[in-house]
């Protein structure tokens, strides 16, 4: 069965960091790019970052960019996502999603989130 | 920077109705890279539609997709009591990035 599971969320203060995780299983990890999207308490889904399955390729979304770094692990089947400078509005939960094909694509399996909360 | 309107907001209807949710983009999407996803309370999206038009694997046929370009539109035939939900449209075809939409809400 292809499944993700995220892990590395919290409670962090403004200003700090934090390391999430993704580990993929049941499919060629290698092979398909992966990215990171998020939803705010009672909001809409937000794309973070993406990137290709070898990891040679990123992308950002601007409200992260030079403060979040994608990140993969093809030996270790795993995802992460470094978050630098956290602010108030980066508490989300984030989801790591597995893309159909090629770079950008729409997002076939779904982990179940990770909750990353930024307050003092 | 490309923007999907979805509309309307909250789409307020019974088991056995039809539903259709609009998803308008700022740019025309090549290719017609346009998905749509379901979201139930607490739980993770689920990928329903990709291709503007493609069902994914186990969604059932009451669930449809169609349009190109600027303007898409999901279609749910008769609503099931599991069907009252968020969806989203995000497209993936055009800028260096993927965009979602604000989300519809079907509600009994």
């Known amino acids: 069965e292809v499944q993700l599971l995220e892990s590395g969320g919290g409670l962090v203060q403004p200003g700090g960091s934090l390391r999430l995780s993704c580990a993929a299983y049941g499919f060629t990890f290698s092979s398909y790019a992966t990215a990171w999207v998020r939803q705010a308490p009672g909001k809409g889904l937000e794309w973070v970052s993406i990137i290709s399955g070898s990891g040679g390729s990123t992308s950002y979304a601007d409200s992260v960019k030079g403060r979040f770094t994608i990140s993969r692990d093809n030996s270790k089947n795993t995802l992460y996502l470094q978050m630098n400078s956290l602010r108030a509005e980066d508490t989300a939960v984030y989801y790591c999603a597995k893309g159909r094909s090629g770079y950008y694509s729409d997002l076939v399996v779904w982990g179940q989130g990770t909750l990353v909360t930024v307050s003092s | 920077e490309i923007v999907l309107t979805q509309s309307p907001g909250t789409l307020s209807l019974s088991p056995g109705e039809r539903a259709t949710l609009s998803c308008r983009v700022s740019?025309?999407?090549?290719?017609?890279?346009l998905a749509w996803y379901q979201q139930k309370s607490g739980q993770a999206p689920r990928l329903l539609i990709y291709g503007a038009s493609n069902r994914a694997t186990g969604i059932p046929d009451r669930f449809s997709g169609s349009g190109s370009g600027t303007d898409f539109t999901l279609t749910i035939s008769r609503l099931e009591p599991e069907d009252f939900a968020v969806y989203y449209c995000?497209?993936?075809?055009?800028?260096?990035?993927?965009?979602f939409g604000g989300g519809t809400k079907v509600e009994i």
């Open positions: 995000q497209q993936y075809g055009s800028s260096r990035a993927l965009t």
């Open positions: 740019q025309s999407v090549s290719s017609s890279y």
